[in-house]
Structures are given as C-alpha cells and as structure tokens.
C-alpha cells in the first residue's frame, strides 16, 4: 500500500494483529503498480490494497470500501474562500500527487475528461508532504476524503466539497488466485477486509 494506505489501515492493522496474533509481524511495501501482479504470484507480496483499477481482471479482489474526491486546503484559506466554486477552483493555485506507486489518477483524468485546466505549481509524490505544505499557505490539493479527515484531525487544514462531479472509487484489496488456498493467505485477507469495515 501507498503512503496514504499505511496512514490509513497501518494503525488499526496493527492494532487487531496484536489482539489476534500478536506474535506475525507486517512489513509494508510501495511496488509500483505495473509490477505488483508479479509481486502476487511469487508470493514477494500477500495482499495489494489500495486505488488499482489496472489490477482488475489480474487479481482477484474485494471492495473494502467507496470513496471520493475532496478539496483540502488551510483553515485561512477555507475561510477566504467561503465556497468552493469553479471559479475559485480554476484561479487557485495548486498541488498535484502523482506517483507510479499509487492508482490515484482517477482525479486527474476525470478533470481532463471534463476539460479542466489547472495551475499546478507543486508535483509531489508524497501525500503525507500535504498537510504542513498547505496549512499556512493558499495552496489548494485534491484527495480522497478519508485522508482528508485524518489530516483534518492533525493539523491546520479543511475539506471542502469538490466544486465540479467526480467519479467514486473502490479502494481494494487485490490477491493472487495462485495462492488463494493458502489458510494463512485466506486469514490475512479477512483480517485486513474486516478492518477495512471498521474504518
């Protein structure tokens, strides 16, 4: 899982690990996404989670859980803005993550599908960079509302409704059908689905 995978799951994974078997250890991985399919069926990784669409068809999977778009920007910012309008969004300066680690172009290419130009000032590869980079300034990122709230909870930034539709996604969890009869695999899979519904 990405870095925003880790800041979501790892904390709770963890936790109901240590309660059902504290003795198994977690390591968690970035693969870039065209090679995790390989990295399934050698058994390198046990279990995919994440935003993978081109996964699908490769894999087998189940859906954790849907999620949307948000804007975040700092609590300044927020309060200058009152609304997030187009217009506001389109003048905006803003933040653009893109990483071969993670499946979270949807944004990006629904916003081109839409013919939605906007000024990117700073590319990154790491969400968790988000939170103190936007919090004093008038930068302005979009991501998935559930990392919204977490950095919502820890610092200085608000999630605003997105100011145009943009498509749900399924965040997965994807496993090899190779090994799919493997009791310890099978174990894992629902300790991680059943997290994932708590969440």
Same mark, same amino acid.
């Given at each position: 899982?990405? @870095?925003i995978?880790?800041?979501?799951? *790892?904390?709770?994974?963890?936790?109901?690990?240590?309660?059902?078997?504290? $003795?198994i250890?977690? =390591?968690?991985?970035?693969?870039?996404? @065209?090679?995790?399919?390989?990295?399934? +069926?050698?058994?390198?990784?046990?279990?995919?989670?994440?935003?993978?669409?081109?996964l699908r068809?490769?894999?087998?999977? +189940? !859906?954790?859980?849907?999620?949307?778009?948000?804007?975040?920007?700092?609590? =300044?910012?927020?309060?200058?803005?009152?609304?997030?309008?187009?217009d506001?969004?389109?003048? #905006?300066?803003?933040?653009? !993550?893109?990483?071969?680690?993670?499946?979270? $172009?949807? +944004?990006?290419?629904?916003?081109? @599908?839409?013919?939605? #130009? $906007?000024?990117?000032?700073?590319?990154?590869?790491?969400?968790?960079?988000?939170?103190?980079?936007?919090?004093n #300034?008038?930068?302005?990122?979009?991501?998935?509302?559930?990392?919204?709230?977490?950095?919502?909870?820890?610092?200085?930034?608000?999630?605003?409704?997105? %100011?145009?539709? *943009?498509?749900?996604f399924?965040?997965?969890?994807?496993?090899?059908?190779?090994? =799919?009869?493997? %009791?310890a695999?099978?174990?894992?899979?629902?300790?991680?689905?059943?997290?994932? $519904?708590?969440?």
């Amino acid at each position: 899982m990405t @870095d925003i995978g880790s800041l979501y799951f *790892l904390p709770s994974l963890e936790a109901d690990f240590q309660e059902k078997a504290p $003795r198994i250890g977690i =390591e968690i991985r970035q693969v870039q996404v @065209d090679e995790i399919v390989d990295q399934l +069926a050698s058994g390198r990784l046990d279990a995919a989670v994440g935003n993978l669409p081109s996964l699908r068809g490769q894999t087998r999977s +189940a !859906v954790i859980f849907r999620e949307h778009y948000v804007c975040l920007m700092g609590k =300044e910012q927020a309060l200058a803005i009152g609304e997030m309008t187009m217009d506001t969004f389109l003048a #905006s300066r803003h933040v653009a !993550v893109s990483s071969t680690y993670s499946g979270h $172009r949807l +944004a990006e290419d629904a916003l081109q @599908d839409l013919g939605i #130009s $906007r000024r990117i000032v700073v590319r990154t590869p790491y969400y968790t960079a988000l939170p103190l980079l936007i919090s004093n #300034s008038d930068l302005i990122v979009l991501l998935p509302s559930r990392i919204a709230r977490i950095f919502a909870s820890q610092t200085e930034v608000v999630a605003l409704p997105a %100011p145009m539709e *943009l498509p749900e996604f399924d965040v997965r969890m994807h496993w090899h059908p190779r090994h =799919e009869t493997n %009791p310890a695999l099978n174990w894992l899979l629902e300790r991680i689905a059943a997290v994932g $519904r708590t969440l």
